[in-house]
């Protein structure tokens, strides 16, 4: 399946804020996240309610931001970096609960914002601790994020999920990412006016 990928601004010449950088580079992440969702269900394997998928997606969108934030590392200013992160972590947060609004309903409890925010923070803490090869995430990297998939998923998929995210799946959501990230960020791009 195929998304559209957005890698330039319809207008350059002026300085783009943290926020607006995030409001695009949220909707990324977020259309990539569900579409690998969509592409294992495609895939045969048994994502049989909202919650289960949300719940995948989830892990995948905490994976592709760490991605991201370590995608601009060196490319912004720090001071830039950090809000911009911090912003997208919002706003992917926002997209994510807005969705689960519309198909689950109202949680039980605590915001479904919160619940993600708590998810976000605990997986970039495990996430810190895996090194990148060549601007990549690494195998055991990769494997961390099919473990945590594994998880989610019924006994008779658990043992495919970790090929089929490591070997599949990652691959191809970092290439949408980059692709998009790579023309946001360019020099030509006017994100820094």
């Known amino acids: 399946m195929a998304i559209r990928v957005r890698s330039q601004w319809h207008t350059t010449g002026e300085a783009k804020s943290p926020q ?23 895939a045969d394997f048994q994502i049989s309610s909202k919650e289960q998928g949300f719940a995948i997606i989830s892990e995948y969108l905490a994976f592709l931001l760490q991605y991201t934030d370590r995608f601009i590392y060196g490319r912004v200013e720090e001071e830039y970096r950090a809000a911009l992160i911090g912003a997208i972590a919002k706003r992917i947060a926002e997209i994510l609960e807005d969705n689960q609004l519309t198909y689950i309903g109202q949680p039980e409890g605590t915001s479904y914002q919160s619940r993600f925010i708590t998810l976000l923070n605990e997986r970039l803490a495990e996430y810190a ?55 946001l960020f360019s020099e030509e791009s006017g994100t820094f006016g």
């Open 129 to 183: 601790g895996f090194d990148y090869e060549n601007g990549e995430p690494g195998y055991p990297c990769r494997r961390f994020l099919g473990s945590m998939i594994i998880g989610l998923m019924p006994k008779q998929d658990q043992s495919w999920t970790i090929d089929q995210v490591v070997e599949i799946e990652v691959p191809n959501a970092l290439e949408l990412l980059r692709r998009g990230l790579s023309g």
């Open 20 to 42: 607006q950088v995030a409001t695009v580079v949220a909707s990324l992440i977020f259309r990539v996240a569900e579409e690998k969702v969509t592409h294992m269900q495609q």
